[in-house]
Nanobody
């Protein structure tokens, strides 16, 4: 599975940004897709995931601000990020888990400034 992430950029605190991840194959065949992020000097962490049944999970720090969604017709998974905070600054990675194998896309940088 190849993943292509897009939508990163530089915004101010309180702004919104939408990330998109395009998969090279039908996302119906992928068990779980999600977004992770890695801030400078920190470990990569889970941000949000969505299963092929549509169930979602979020890390506590983004609950109520971020929304993960999928478009089966386009084979994309998006991350809508609202009310961005300085601590959301990170490289965001798209992830797919299929039949026990993890696939990663290249990261997209999100920079939030005051």
């Amino acid at each position: 599975v190849q993943l292509q992430a897009s939508g990163g950029g530089s915004v101010q605190a309180g702004d919104s940004l939408r990330l998109s991840c395009a998969a090279s194959e039908s996302i119906n065949s992928i068990n779980i897709m999600g977004w992770y992020r890695q801030a400078p000097g920190k470990q990569r962490e889970l941000v949000a995931i969505i299963s092929n049944l549509g169930d979602t999970e979020y890390v506590g720090s983004v609950k109520g601000r971020f929304t993960i969604s999928r478009d089966k017709s386009k084979n994309t998974v998006d991350l809508q990020m609202n009310s961005l905070k300085l601590e959301d600054t990170a490289v965001y990675y798209c992830n797919a888990w299929k039949r026990g194998t993890n696939y990663w896309g290249k990261g997209t940088l999100v920079t939030v400034s005051s």
